[in-house]
């Protein structure tokens, strides 16, 4: 499953290029990856559009025009994505109920393992691992954030 | 009051929120709310006055604990929590390794005792109250949270605009969402609705309420990225959006007598970043819309975990619900405002209804 992680950091770069904070995700299936994404929250200005959302809404709308059961589907999806799941998105997989999650780095302001038990809170717990190719996504959001988000107020920028 | 009679065991009719929202209760995060648990700690009597400055400097370099209580008490002195000292260990033989000198070695050695005190320095009156009886504490009282614990924080004209717009999440739910969950976001400074969000049976299984509101919130900043069959409201004014409230709860608003007197719009976004530079004004007012940046949410049912992070990410500024969740983040399941390493934090109130006062 590591090998899709070089998938999702394309995904990143690809973000990153956007001028979104570099992050990526990839479902997998089958063997195959079935969505992909990265942050679009700048370009949406909406703050809950993270690469995992992306790639959820992928997988949703597959369903529809499929005609596919969507519980059945996460349940055997992999998620493989750059930096740990955001304690909104590790509670959102956790509640569609994805087969596990594998993360680069970790996420410690706000991270859905590190910062707050997400599995306890809604009740249901999944295979994580975290640490694979960590090191290349942390390369890419220390890059990002040496430079400035180019949608937040000045004074967030200052901070950082 | 008759305290003998038996309880009033009327019929359970159907919640009739509209007129029962009663009050607003803020939840405070945990260190406000929670009683505090006391530790066992040991501590001396000493002989006189005299030996205080002796022992109380050679202890705060050699066993520096209890920065969050006063260490003596009229002779009695704190020495160390009673956990630290070893199972089959005497005080003395643990005091031992502090090197100690001898005179206040012989003077922490005596009318020794364990006692309970606080584990941490309390922040709210209340809980400092509740300490004394135990051992004196450090006490910084706090105007604000107080406030917030006494319901002073609101005027009673912004009390009755925040329970208006709770009811009026009520009727929304009831006249026009088929009591499925609604949310409205306010810009507190004028005060104007901005977005107005309902789940609709159209509704996939993550698209909840919440979700829903910051992204319409993100079309009045010319964003958004749902799609959906939604009409949204046309604008009719020059520097105020309609754009993020659904075209179905602006007429229903328009036409109803009750709610003429209300204000919609959201600010739009400002072309360049220009800064307002007025002196202690908050980021809304210096900077112009961003994201929930200075907005208030108002949530029929309390949110859910993903939810609940949305409006951390979105830097919602207080968060309003009616009714509690099963899977509520705020209150139920757990306090997600209550997480210090978050990057943001907001206040969160919940409307007492007249069902919660029968209740009491």
Redesign the interface.
């Known amino acids: 499953m590591a090998a899709f992680m070089e998938e999702a950091l394309v995904e990143a770069r690809r973000a990153r290029d956007a001028g979104e904070v570099p992050v990526g995700c990839v479902f997998v299936h089958g063997g195959k990856v079935v969505a992909r994404g990265g942050n679009?929250v700048n370009?949406?200005?909406?703050?809950?559009?993270h690469a995992e959302?992306i790639c959820?809404?992928a997988i949703?709308a597959t369903c529809r025009e499929k005609r596919l059961p969507?519980r059945q589907l996460f349940s055997e999806i992999t998620v493989v994505v750059t930096v740990e799941p955001?304690?909104?998105?590790s509670?959102?997989l956790h509640?569609?109920g994805v087969k596990e999650i594998i993360y680069g780095c970790e996420n410690?302001?706000?991270g859905g393992k590190t910062?707050?038990d997400?599995a306890a809170?809604?009740g249901h717990r999944i295979e994580i691992t975290g640490g694979v190719r960590a090191d290349e996504a942390m390369a890419l959001l220390k890059e990002f954030y040496k430079g400035d988000n180019p949608?937040?107020?000045?004074?967030?920028k200052k901070k950082k | 009051m008759d305290i003998s009679a038996p309880p009033n065991k009327r019929a359970r009719k159907l919640p009739n929120l509209d007129e029962d929202i009663t009050g607003i209760r803020a939840i405070l995060s945990d260190e406000f709310d929670e009683e505090i648990a006391l530790i066992k700690a040991h501590s001396c009597e000493l002989e006189t006055k005299q030996q205080l400055q002796a022992v109380i400097q050679e202890l705060s370099q050699k066993l520096p604990h209890f920065q969050h209580l006063k260490r003596v008490q009229d002779r009695s002195v704190l020495i160390c929590p009673s956990s630290e000292i070893g199972v089959s260990q005497s005080l003395e033989q643990h005091l031992e390794q502090f090197a100690f000198s001898e005179h206040v070695l012989r003077a922490l050695c005596q009318g020794v005792r364990v006692v309970e005190v606080p584990e941490r320095m309390p922040r709210l009156r209340v809980q400092y109250e509740k300490t004394l009886k135990h051992w004196p504490c450090k006490f910084h009282p706090n105007h604000y949270s107080e406030s917030l614990r006494n319901g002073s924080n609101f005027s009673s004209a912004q009390r009755t605009f925040h329970k208006r717009i709770g009811q009026l999440l009520v009727r929304l739910s009831r006249d026009i969402n088929d009591n499925r969950p609604v949310g409205i976001c306010v810009d507190p400074r004028q005060p104007s609705i901005v977005s107005i969000a309902g789940t609709t049976e159209v509704c996939?299984?993550?698209e909840h309420c919440c979700?829903m509101l910051?992204?319409f919130v993100?079309r009045s900043?010319?964003?958004?990225?749902t799609e959906t069959e939604v009409t949204f409201t046309e604008d009719s004014k020059e520097d105020t959006t309609l754009r993020g409230i659904p075209k179905a709860y602006y007429d229903y608003l328009m036409n109803n007598e009750d709610y003429k007197d209300l204000t919609f719009g959201a600010e739009k976004?400002r072309e360049c970043?220009e800064?307002n530079a007025d002196q202690g004004a908050d980021?809304l007012a210096?900077?112009g819309p961003?994201?929930c940046?200075g907005y208030d949410i108002y949530l029929l049912q309390e949110p859910?975990?993903?939810?609940s992070?949305?409006l951390?990410?979105?830097?919602a500024k207080r968060v309003f619900f009616v009714k509690n969740s099963d899977?509520g983040?705020l209150a139920t399941?757990?306090q997600?405002h209550s997480?210090r390493?978050?990057?943001h934090h907001y206040e969160v109130f919940q409307f007492t209804t007249k069902e919660d006062e029968d209740l009491t």
Do not use: W
């Not at chain 1, 955001?86 to 998105?89: A, D, G, K, R, T």
């Not at chain 2, 900043?221 to 990225?225: I, L, M, P, T």
């Not at chain 2, 859910?304 to 939810?307: A, P, Q, R």
């Open positions: 679009e370009v949406h200005r909406n703050a809950t559009r959302f959820i809404d949703l969507a955001c304690i909104m998105c509670a959102a509640t569609l410690d302001r706000f910062v707050v997400v809170v809604v949608a937040a107020p000045p004074q967030a | 996939r299984p993550h979700m910051v992204d993100a900043q010319e964003g958004g990225a976004s970043k800064v980021n210096k900077f961003y994201l940046t859910c975990l993903m939810c992070m949305a951390v990410h979105s830097r899977n983040a399941r757990f997600l997480v390493e978050l990057n």
